[in-house]
């Protein structure tokens, strides 16, 4: 059972259920009282406390009318869960406290740029190569492997990325590990942690803070139209940049030919590097395909990085890099002592998965589907919200920006979806700087939802935010 014991003062100028609502709030933000755990019945806390039921109750229907917990019939009161993505920049309690408010515990459609369409999945295939890493090879591919990633698997992604994206490299360049952090950890000493490493404001904050996390020193250089501006980053000391070229996260733009030979030549004059993070450059919408920093470079002077989370599962943690020779080198010297992240069999499956044809045929698919939920989307935001929006970076990937003209920040755009259950998110989270007139703009994944739910979520958010 849990244990409340808040200290309540009937002399305070607040209600004691305001004071016995923000303490359960305080217990659940901090950890003591965990996701899912089933507070005491109001009685039984009524005669512990020695309050009235009816402070008990009021409590109890303030904390489900915030969203931290939710009541069961015929089983009780029980906390809530929700995304810690809505509070990732906040630091103190009281902070945690105000962002925590963004909860609903109905949400019915989540705009999570993060998900996947994971029903039209081969599960059957899948299961059926599985079986075969597993047998075929007697069992050899529990031991432990390659440093770098299974040699036949680097080999078909070699093939896959020249033939869709441009690169060109050998399976020596390519280094498999468990999702992008891991390997920027490995690039950052690679590369050398003195560098000062430039990344687009806004941009993935992951990156940031687990290159900060590493001691790296970062700056933060502003977008223009057209991508990271070229004119700040040469104010800048780096020489070093991280970029995410073909659908910049979040705002969307897709960097023309001639920013990316300028990149390019901003990185050979320095002789830095440019880390290309193509995370989601699978999926395209208007536009003919730009062909990769990599492939464009002729000095090796970019790093380039992809992964299977958008494309096959998330789960699947199946990320890469395709190094330039001087850091293959150095890798070869000083850095295989590191062992592979990822499993051999997900390795050797996926291998199978993609010599076999299934790949290809899979994200053919995927495109078809996920063309036709962006243009659901684009429809129904036309249909629902005419001109008193404006769309950013809808020409590739699985996730738009939304500037709403409605005199709403942020906060109470978030907050206001979430009170007709649909769950939007920040791209406050994503600036390393002041957002200024960013502040009306929040981020639409569509990649998780069927068509209906994205006809759906945006007639209600016409609803909850009086367009």
Partial sequence: MIEITPVLDSKNEKPMYIQLANYIKKEILSGRIKPKEKLPSKRNLSNYLEVSLNTIQSAYEQLCAEGYVESKPRKGMFVTTFDNDLIIHQTGLEKLEVASNKVHVNTKIDFNSGKVDLKHFPYNIWRKLTVQSLYVDQGELFNIGDPQGEQLLREQIAAYL???????????????????????????????????????????????????????????????????????????????????????????????????????????????????????????????????????????????????????????????????????????????????????????????????????????????????????LMLAINNYFGQNVTIIGEKSGLHIVLEVKNNMEEDELINTAMNVGVKVYPLSIYYNGVTGTMSSRILLGFGGLTEAEINKGIKLLKEAWRL
């Fill in 162 to 376: 020249y033939a869709s994206r441009g690169v060109r490299c050998s399976a020596e360049q390519i280094i498999i590990g468990a999702g992008t952090q891991i390997l920027i950890g490995l690039l950052s000493m690679l590369i050398g942690k003195k560098h000062i490493y430039a990344l687009e404001d806004p941009g993935f904050h992951r990156t940031r803070i687990t290159l900060e996390d590493l001691g790296v020193h970062t700056v933060s250089v502003p977008l223009d139209e057209d991508g990271i501006n070229i004119n700040q980053l040469k104010n800048t000391d780096a020489n070093v940049v991280y970029v995410t070229p073909s659908h910049q996260f979040p705002s969307g733009m897709i960097m023309p030919i001639s920013r990316r030979m300028d990149l390019i030549k901003w990185a050979e004059e320095e002789n830095g590097y440019i880390i290309e993070d193509d995370y989601d450059g699978e999926y395209r919408y208007k536009g003919k395909p730009i062909p990769s920093l990599q492939g464009l470079s002729t000095k090796e002077r970019v790093v380039y990085l992809g992964t299977f989370s958008k494309s096959l599962i998330p789960s699947i943690r199946i990320s890469y890099m395709v190094l330039p020779s001087p850091l293959v080198k150095k890798y070869m010297e000083y850095f295989t002592i590191y062992k592979q992240t990822v499993s051999r069999i997900h390795q050797d499956t996926l291998y199978r998965f993609m010599k076999e044809g299934f790949w290809q045929s899979h994200l053919n698919k995927m495109r078809t589907l996920y063309r036709k939920k962006h243009n659901t």
